[in-house]
């Protein structure tokens, strides 16, 4: 999947760890999200988000979250004044999952 393919999907429910992506899997779909990256635990998808002030860091942080919840899919956030650290990962399958890079692929609709 592209990148616009992966902004155009929506989640579905996935339990268990047969819905964990293999590494190439990983690899693959990562290549596609410029700026993210895979956290030292090699479990979740990661990327800093920079604003210009508290104001537009909270805009895009109300939006991800619209978003989290429609999807049924939360990232976890360390918000402060002009930065927004995101990490994702599918607990439900014990790493990552297709979800994860659709969500991500999201918040960079949102961020552009």
């Known amino acids: 999947m592209n990148h616009a393919e ?11 760890p047969d819905h964990a992506l293999s590494s190439e899997s990983v690899a693959q779909l990562l290549a596609q999200l410029p700026g993210w990256s895979l956290a030292a635990n090699g479990r979740e998808l990661q990327h800093e988000f920079r604003f210009r002030d508290f104001h537009h860091t909270m805009g895009f942080v109300n939006a991800v979250a619209w978003m989290a919840n429609r999807e049924d899919h939360h990232p976890d956030l360390e918000v402060g004044y002009n930065y927004c ?3 994702y ?6 790493g ?12 960079d ?3 552009a």
């Not at 990962?89 to 014990?94: A, M, Q, W």
């Not at 990552?96 to 918040?107: P, R, T, Y």
């Open 96 to 107: 990552l999952s297709l979800n994860d890079f659709i969500c991500a692929a999201k918040v």
């Open 85 to 87: 650290r995101m990490r």
């Open 89 to 94: 990962s599918t607990h439900d399958v014990g």
């Open 109 to 111: 609709v949102i961020a």
């Open 6 to 16: 992966l902004a155009a999907a929506h989640c579905q429910p996935l339990k268990g």
